[in-house]
Each structure stands twice: as structure tokens, then as C-alpha cells.
């Protein structure tokens, strides 16, 4: 069994990946399980934040043995994580699953984030955390892969073709396209989050964002950018 962790940062393309891989017959697909466990220690005011604590185990340590950890039939298991979920946590288990990088360019994602969250800081959007934990995997003798979602975008299948490999696991076509619509393992935050995705039936295709980043997040992007060029080194290319 292949229990892969996608951690991503925030204003992704997360969810597209996760929606890819619940195409594949042979895996189970599973949405953000340590949200709540984020939302209970960081105090972090998201939208619908009771519901979501409500919804779901806020005790990380319980997400981990019994979800992350638990046993299932699928042959694959995918887990849509953001980094910045990753707190007060032991790390033990990141040896028993399959570590997988997902980055963007931090300007736009920081431009969308603030769409949604006006207070944007190096926490809630885990650039520096994302590095951190690349950093740690190393150290434990893991060589995890990273994908840009700007080159996955430029050629899905080349680029997830090569993940799967990476991965262990055979490349499917299924996973480029998808019905629109939500699916049964979003989470209830999806009403808040997921627009564009549900009104997608693919990957699609990439664009240059050249809005101009407020000057208030100037030093917040400079900081990401190094962050993102360490690991942008690493990511599979188009």
C-alpha cells in the first residue's frame, strides 16, 4: 500500500491533484484530515471555522494512528495536506508514508490567498514550513519528490507521469480529467474554497499572472522567493 502526503501550500492547485488521483480505481482520496488539529492549536480564524472543527477529529495525533496510519483496501491513498497544518505534531510517521512537495510561485500565491484571507502572514500561508519540512526529509535519508504546479500546468501528463513514477505507482490517463462538481471527500470548507475546481473538468491550461503584488506583502515575497527557489531546483520540469 502507497499512502502518499501531498503537502502543499495554501491557493494551490491541491485540490485539482487530489480530484486526479480520485479518478485512479486503486486509490482512496482524503481531504486536509489534519485541518481542524491546525484550526484548534493555532487559533486561526478561516471561514467556517466551527464547522470544520466540528466535522472532523481536531486531535492530530488520533488523525495520524487512525487515518493517515489506519488500514484500508485501496492499493494507494492520497492525503491533500497543507504544510502549515503541520503543527505539534510527532514525526515519526512521515517515515511510513510517501512525502510529496507541491509549490507555486509565491506571488500569486500570496495575491490569491489575500483574496480570501486579508491577513497574510509566513505562517498561514507555510512557505518557510514547507522548506522546513523538505529539509527534515532529507536529514532522514528521504529524497521526496517536488512538482511546481506552474509545469504541471504546462504539461499535465508529462509532469504527473513522472510523479507517478517517482511515486511507485503507474501513471493513469483518468487522471486528467474529471466531471464538474464537487466529490464525496471534500471537505465542508469546499464552499469557501473550491469554486474554480468545481467548475473545472481538468487541469487547466497555464497562464502568466502578471498582476502587480501590493507593496504591503513586498517583504513577505522576498522572503518566500527563497524558499521557492531551494525547492523549485528539485521539481519535476514540463
Same mark, same amino acid.
Given at each position: 500500500?502507497? #499512502?502518499?502526503?501531498?503537502?502543499?501550500?495554501? #491557493?494551490? &492547485?491541491?485540490?485539482?491533484?487530489?480530484?486526479?488521483?480520485?479518478? #485512479?480505481?486503486?486509490? *482512496? @482520496?482524503?481531504?486536509?484530515?489534519?485541518?481542524?488539529?491546525?484550526? #484548534?492549536?493555532?487559533?486561526?480564524?478561516?471561514?467556517g471555522r466551527e464547522e470544520i472543527i466540528d466535522?472532523?477529529?481536531?486531535?492530530?495525533?488520533?488523525? &495520524?494512528?487512525?487515518?493517515?496510519?489506519?488500514e484500508y483496501n485501496s492499493e494507494v491513498l492520497f492525503f491533500k495536506q497543507m504544510t502549515h497544518h503541520f503543527i505539534g505534531l510527532r514525526d515519526e510517521f512521515l517515515n511510513e508514508v510517501v512525502n510529496v512537495f507541491l509549490i507555486r510561485d509565491p506571488k500569486d500565491l500570496i495575491i490569491s490567498f489575500s483574496k480570501v484571507i486579508a491577513d497574510v502572514n509566513m505562517e498561514r500561508i507555510g512557505v518557510k514550513k514547507q522548506f522546513e519540512l523538505f529539509q527534515k526529509l532529507i536529514s532522514?535519508?528521504?529524497?521526496?519528490? @517536488? &512538482?511546481?504546479?506552474?509545469?504541471?500546468?504546462?504539461?499535465?501528463?508529462?509532469?504527473? *507521469?513522472?510523479?507517478?513514477?517517482k511515486i511507485g505507482i503507474p501513471f493513469d490517463k483518468n487522471m486528467?480529467?474529471?466531471?464538474?462538481?464537487?466529490?464525496?471527500?471534500?471537505?465542508?470548507?469546499?464552499?469557501?474554497?473550491?469554486?474554480?475546481?468545481?467548475?473545472? *473538468?481538468?487541469?487547466?491550461k497555464y497562464i502568466s499572472d502578471d498582476s502587480q503584488l501590493p507593496e504591503e506583502f513586498g517583504s513577505l515575497y522576498e522572503e518566500c522567493m527563497i524558499y521557492y527557489n531551494e525547492l523549485q531546483e528539485f521539481s519535476i520540469k514540463a
Open positions: 500500500m502507497k #499512502r502518499i502526503c501531498l503537502w502543499s501550500s495554501p #491557493r494551490n &492547485i491541491s485540490t485539482a491533484l487530489m480530484y486526479s488521483f480520485a479518478q #485512479r480505481n486503486d486509490t *482512496t @482520496v482524503f481531504d486536509e484530515p489534519l485541518y481542524a488539529h491546525y484550526l #484548534r492549536l493555532s487559533g486561526s480564524d478561516h471561514p466535522s472532523m477529529d481536531p486531535d492530530g495525533e488520533n488523525v &495520524i494512528s487512525e487515518i493517515i496510519l489506519g532522514m535519508k528521504q529524497d521526496p519528490p @517536488v &512538482i511546481d504546479s506552474g509545469e504541471i500546468l504546462k504539461d499535465p501528463e508529462k509532469v504527473l *507521469t513522472e510523479l507517478c513514477k486528467l480529467n474529471w466531471k464538474p462538481g464537487p466529490i464525496p471527500e471534500d471537505g465542508v470548507w469546499a464552499k469557501y474554497w473550491y469554486k474554480n475546481v468545481h467548475r473545472s *473538468t481538468g487541469f487547466s
